[in-house]
């Protein structure tokens, strides 16, 4: 009897042993299984991470490689970051809005597979020697801009943009004029009229065109700063660039402008009033150079604008306009 009670002991502790070894294994399986998971997650997040960064690397090196000029239209590059292949390709397209875009691809994939594809549109600035009105607010339709050939241009005129970077603070430094509180130069500011400006003790002399004159050997164009409204007269001449605080109002007849506007507050707008068609002859509108400003270009009337490369390019080139950087218009992740 007694034997037969060990005997069946002997069976149950045996059957007990038998399932917590199976069970000890079942665990010991499952650990395993779940540390190989973990650690393959580990590995996949690692790696989609690298694809990751190594993309966005590679963007970044390519807005400032195309700041720099770097880029060619249309020619891929392929770059290694940590040691993943990324392909990168810039374009130059035309948006639904007709702006000239870059459009940089990149495009990342590791050894594994995994990828990343990166698309990035930047807006290509537009150099303001090349326009009649640039403006950050809206410009009326009323406005005519003319190239230096008399033909209608409508391509002359960009509104609702990001102005390039200016050296304002730089601009000013050279101004030779400064005028504060409500102003009217009714007297029209034409230096080379003794009968306006007496003397000119800034200048050596005056060049045959009175946009410019002659400081110590070289040809400066004349620099008028106005801290507040401004409103310039018919039948007078206006020469230069006018660096203006507040709002312009250029009356209409034969008010004759050669020279560039700078109108910075961006609460005042630039105004024409009464002006008539643009016409050979009778009441002519003259304004030749362009206008730049920081708010809206409004019109009552009918004023021309007639482009002057000349005077645009030389407005740019002393302040300093930065043409180098691409504002970053849309990222999107493919």
């Known amino acids: 009897m007694k034997q037969a009670f060990l005997r069946g002991e002997k069976g149950i502790m045996a059957a007990v042993f038998v399932v917590l070894m199976v069970t000890l294994g079942t665990v010991a399986l499952t650990s395993y299984y779940l540390m190989n998971r973990e650690s393959e997650n580990a590995t996949n997040s690692a790696l989609a991470m690298q694809v990751e960064y190594s993309a966005n690397a590679a963007a970044y090196y390519g807005i400032k490689a195309l700041r720099n000029g770097d880029l060619s239209d249309g020619e891929p590059q392929t770059l290694e970051v940590s040691d993943i292949p990324v392909h990168l390709l810039a374009t130059k397209t035309v948006d639904a809005d007709e702006d000239s875009i870059w459009r940089l691809n990149i495009e990342s994939t590791?050894?594994?597979?995994?990828?990343?594809?990166?698309?990035?549109?930047?807006?290509?600035p537009v150099?303001?020697?090349?326009?009649?009105?640039?403006?950050?607010?809206?410009?009326?339709?009323?406005?005519?801009?003319y190239d230096e050939n008399d033909v209608y241009d409508a391509d002359l005129i960009e509104e609702n943009m990001q102005l390039p970077d200016l050296d304002i603070d730089g601009l000013l430094a050279l101004s030779i004029a400064n005028y504060s509180g409500m102003l009217s130069?009714?007297?029209?500011f034409d230096p080379s009229d003794p009968s306006v400006i007496p003397s000119t003790p800034w200048a050596d002399s005056i060049d045959a065109d009175p946009f410019y004159y002659w400081k110590d050997g070289e040809k400066i164009p004349h620099i008028i700063h106005v801290e507040s409204d401004i409103r310039l007269y018919q039948n007078e001449n206006y020469y230069g660039i006018f660096v203006v605080d507040g709002?312009?109002?250029?009356?209409?007849?034969?008010?004759?402008?050669?020279?560039?506007?700078?109108?910075?507050d961006p609460t005042n707008t630039v105004t024409e009033e009464d002006v008539t068609l643009k016409g050979t002859t009778g009441e002519r509108y003259k304004f030749t150079g362009g206008l730049v400003s920081y708010g809206n270009v409004e019109a009552n009337g009918h004023p021309t604008v007639q482009?002057?490369?000349?005077?645009?390019?030389?407005?740019?080139?002393?302040?300093?306009e930065d043409l180098s950087q691409f504002p970053v218009i849309s990222w999107k992740y493919k």
């Open 307 to 320: 482009h002057s490369y000349e005077y645009m390019s030389v407005f740019a080139q002393y302040a300093n």
């Open 185 to 188: 130069l009714k007297d029209g």
């Open 127 to 145: 150099g303001l020697a090349n326009l009649a009105i640039a403006a950050e607010g809206d410009v009326d339709d009323d406005i005519g801009p």
């Open 110 to 124: 590791n050894q594994m597979g995994a990828s990343r594809s990166i698309e990035i549109d930047l807006e290509i």
């Open 247 to 264: 709002n312009v109002e250029i009356q209409s007849g034969q008010t004759n402008i050669y020279g560039v506007i700078l109108q910075l």
